[in-house]
Structures are given as structure tokens and as C-alpha cells.
């Protein structure tokens, strides 16, 4: 006879309970179903296995009626999750953040729109601020203002400032989110500025939604790996925090004096229009408490989560264990091997399919992240699999239309979508 046992979530095994989590394996290892837990009993005794009523009774829990399935607990990767009667709807509906209000750049209004149509992205006044200054450097090419000195262009949505899109034919139909986007530059990431090309080294502004505005500028160089570091809440403090160490290593007089006189001039302009330079900001720091985690990019996961903590469970895997687990896959000797390797990215994609059924989209969200991130093609139909679902349900769909374009064209390479 079965009897089956309703457990609250935070009983069950996951990654915050990694003895739990061991105690799922042993299960599976010893013939027990693989997401869903009962035990057995004599008929008509009251003996349970592994579980016993005490042990129910200690915990608050109870058991269904003997012979029957009426309330059954999955076991899954981060901790099954169960809403209990009398409860509210698990799902949080994700809130958008307004605009917030700075002193306005002199840039035409129909410019501003052009610039957000092409990208479906609302863009901070610093962008437009910062355009106005290099135009001071340099009023006939304010995009190149910054690249004697520093190395550094202004690329991206900086291209309709500059009239780039009307020189190239069929521009109306190119998708400008793939325009000057790096190889693991993921949805959340919009190239601003790029530096030197043998690294890919480049800024750009990174939102957790394509509705808000961006919480803060990242730089990453493709060339060596898919971390983004952050570098201010705005772009004039990115390039501030570059420049400075550029200075430390130059050694040539002239070049030196060069950068200090920008340094002056951005620092004046930084601070009339009441931008901060510093690189971890108030702002930057209180986005920090909402990160769910971290991610292979380091740039921060956020999602919603409610105040029953639904919106987020963690992969039963840490960091570390799933790069060895994709290492593995890639350095397969054969074909067969890397099917057998896949094993526990399946088991975690099994896992995924139940959270998003309990609203945790975070899950997906983040598995899909870390393989994409990864950047072996071996995880890019994973990826394409996790990725849109993942935005979609949290309702984020431009990204999900971004990375599924990006995954269709992914190249080292090629990035200038206005190019000749």
C-alpha cells in the first residue's frame, strides 16, 4: 500500500538544503521515484518509511489517506514548492521602474525617438549628456572625440546620433540589438562604446528589464572570457574609471597631459550635471540586495521574488560544478560520451520545467544564462530552449526576441551590423 505524504517547501531537498539534497540522490540511487516522494507501509500499520508520524507531527505535516495519491510532493532540484490553501497567487507579476528625472540634454525630441525605436529600449539622460560633450571635443565627429586619446568610440545607438543608419541601405530592416553585440554580451547588455579591438574590449549599459532604465555600465572584453564588470551608474563615470588608468600607464609627457585635460573637462561636466563618477554607487549597492545570483557573467541575476520567496529557486548545482559539468561535455572524446555527459544538464532542465509550473522563472533564467555564457555551440539549443521561455514568462520579451536572433547569428566576429 502507498501513502503519500504533503510536505511544506522547505522540507524538501535542494541546493539551500544540501544534506537534503543528498538524501534525494540516495533515493533515486535505491530505486525511488525521481520527482516524487511516498512511502510505504504495511497494510493497516502505522509504521512509515522513511518518514514516520512523529517525525510528520514534529514538522507540522500530515499524511493523506491510506491508498490514495491526493496530495503529492514533487522533488525537484531547488526545492519543490507548494502553495497552501487559504494562500494568494504565487506569481509576482514583475513591476516597472519610471524614469527617473534629470536636467534634459539638448537633443532634438525626434532624434531621441528614432534612437528608442530602432533599439526598443528607453535610454538615460546621461547617453544623450555625454553625446553633447564628445560634440564638444570634436563637433564635426563627436563618435571618434575620444579616439586619439583613449582609444575609444562611440558605437551602438550612438550611431543614429550620428546619422550612421541613413548611409546604409536597407538599414529599416536590420535588428539594431544585434548591432556591435559581442559574443557574450547577454540581452540585458546594450554596446555603447568600444575600445581595443584585439580584446573587443567595450561599455555598455545593463538592464535587468528592456522596460527600465539601465542600473548600471558594464565593460567586458569578448576576447578573454563573458565577465562584466561594473563601472558606474552612467557613462560618464566609465569612462572616467578608464581613463584613470590609462594614465597610470602612460609614461609619455605629452599623451599624459593630453588625458589629464579631458580628465578636467569630464570631471567638470560630470559634476554640473550631477552625475556621480564613483564606481560603486547608492544606487549600484541597493540593486545588490535584490541579486539573486550571481551568474557565470557576474553582472547579478534579479527577478522578482514575492514574499513567500516564489520567483527564484538555485540550481542543484553551484558555480563551479556546473563549469566542470560543461567542461566535461565539450572535451567529450566522442559523441556517445557527450550524450552521457549531458546527463546532469537534463536532470537540471527537468528541474527547471517544475519551478516554472511554481512560478520560480528565476531557475531557467538563470541555467540558460550560465550556458550561454559557457559559450561552447554545444549549449546553444539548451540555451535557446531556456533563455526565451524564461523571458517570456517573466515578461521580458524583447530579450527573449534578442537572445533568440543572437543565438541564430552568434559570431566572434561581424558585430557592425551597419557596416559595408
Request: proline share 5%; charged share 25%.
Amino acid at each position: 500500500m502507498l501513502r503519500w505524504v504533503s510536505l511544506r517547501r522547505a522540507h524538501l531537498p535542494g541546493r539551500r538544503s544540501r544534506r537534503g539534497l543528498g538524501h534525494a540522490r540516495a533515493w533515486r540511487r535505491a530505486g525511488g521515484g525521481a520527482f516524487s516522494l511516498f512511502v510505504r507501509a504495511a497494510a493497516g500499520g502505522n509504521d512509515w518509511w522513511p518518514l514516520n508520524r512523529k517525525w510528520l507531527a514534529a514538522r507540522g505535516l500530515s499524511a493523506g489517506p491510506a491508498g490514495t495519491a491526493a496530495s503529492c510532493c514533487r522533488m525537484v532540484g531547488g526545492g519543490a514548492k507548494r502553495r497552501l490553501r487559504g494562500e494568494g497567487p504565487q506569481c509576482e507579476k514583475p513591476v516597472d521602474v519610471k524614469k527617473s528625472k534629470s536636467s534634459e540634454a539638448d537633443v532634438p525630441g525626434d532624434l531621441r525617438k528614432e534612437v528608442e525605436s530602432h533599439y526598443r529600449l528607453p535610454l538615460p539622460e546621461d547617453f544623450y549628456h555625454f553625446w553633447r560633450f564628445c560634440e564638444g571635443l570634436d563637433p564635426e565627429q563627436p563618435a571618434d572625440s575620444l579616439s586619439a586619446s583613449l582609444g575609444l568610440r562611440l558605437v551602438g545607438p550612438y550611431d543614429i546620433l550620428a546619422g550612421k543608419h541613413k548611409i546604409k541601405k536597407k538599414s529599416a530592416s536590420l535588428n539594431f540589438n544585434l548591432h556591435w553585440r559581442f559574443y557574450y554580451d547577454p540581452p540585458e547588455f546594450q554596446t555603447i562604446i568600444i575600445g581595443d579591438s584585439k580584446t573587443q574590449f567595450h561599455m555598455g549599459y545593463f538592464r535587468d528589464s528592456p522596460d527600465e532604465l539601465p542600473v548600471f555600465v558594464g565593460t567586458n572584453e569578448a576576447k578573454k572570457n563573458c565577465i562584466i564588470v561594473q563601472s558606474g551608474d552612467n557613462v560618464f563615470a566609465a569612462v572616467k574609471l578608464f581613463l584613470m588608468k590609462k594614465l597610470k600607464e602612460v609614461t609619455d609627457k605629452k599623451k599624459s597631459s593630453l588625458l589629464k585635460t579631458i580628465d578636467e573637462k569630464l570631471t567638470e561636466a560630470a559634476r554640473e550635471l550631477g552625475f556621480s563618477l564613483e564606481q560603486r554607487t547608492v544606487r549600484m549597492k541597493q540593486r545588490d540586495k535584490k541579486v539573486v545570483t550571481k551568474t557565470f557573467h557576474g553582472a547579478g541575476l534579479v527577478v522578482p521574488v514575492d514574499k513567500n520567496d516564489v520567483g527564484y529557486r538555485e540550481l542543484p548545482e553551484t558555480d563551479a560544478s556546473l563549469r566542470r559539468i560543461c567542461g566535461t561535455i565539450v572535451e567529450a572524446p566522442s559523441d556517445a560520451d557527450r550524450l552521457q555527459a549531458f546527463a546532469p544538464v537534463q536532470e537540471m532542465m527537468t528541474y527547471v520545467q517544475f519551478a516554472n509550473d511554481e512560478c520560480d522563472y528565476g531557475m531557467g533564467l538563470e541555467l540558460g544564462l550560465d550556458l550561454f555564457c559557457h559559450g561552447s555551440h554545444y549549449f546553444h539549443k539548451v540555451a535557446g530552449q531556456l533563455l526565451p521561455l524564461a523571458y517570456n514568462l517573466l515578461k521580458r520579451n524583447l530579450f527573449a526576441e534578442i537572445i533568440e536572433a543572437h543565438l541564430a547569428n552568434r559570431s566572434q566576429e561581424d558585430v557592425d551590423q551597419l557596416a559595408a
